[in-house]
């Protein structure tokens, strides 16, 4: 049985792209920072010092956005553009997992 195919991203300029890129790099590292799921002291400062460069470049992403006037993020697509990324799945790494005790 064939896997279901995936949805085809949405139109995105170039800056959109860049901040969807950064965006979900930055969540990729928080999730490996995350306290509650991630191990080792060393693994966590490794993504915690490539958070930083992250950010930078995420800021750049936003920054040329707005110089080039695009005020607004279109939600609905840039979610769009996440979902067919795995945003869904790598943005929960970075909440708290639900207690086993229960």
């Known amino acids: 049985m064939l896997p279901p195919e995936l949805p085809p991203l949405p139109a995105l300029t170039r800056a959109e792209s860049e901040l969807i890129d950064h965006y979900l790099e930055a969540v990729d590292l928080l999730g490996r920072i995350n306290p509650a799921r991630t191990r080792h002291t060393y693994h966590a400062l490794r993504a915690a010092q490539a958070l930083v460069r992250t950010a930078a470049e995420l800021r ?30 790598r943005t929960a790494r970075v909440a708290v997992p639900p207690d086993d005790a229960g």
């Open 60 to 89: 750049d992403a936003l920054a040329l956005m707005h110089r080039r006037g695009e005020s607004e993020l279109h939600a609905a697509t840039l979610a769009r553009a996440l979902r067919v990324l795995d945003g869904e799945r």
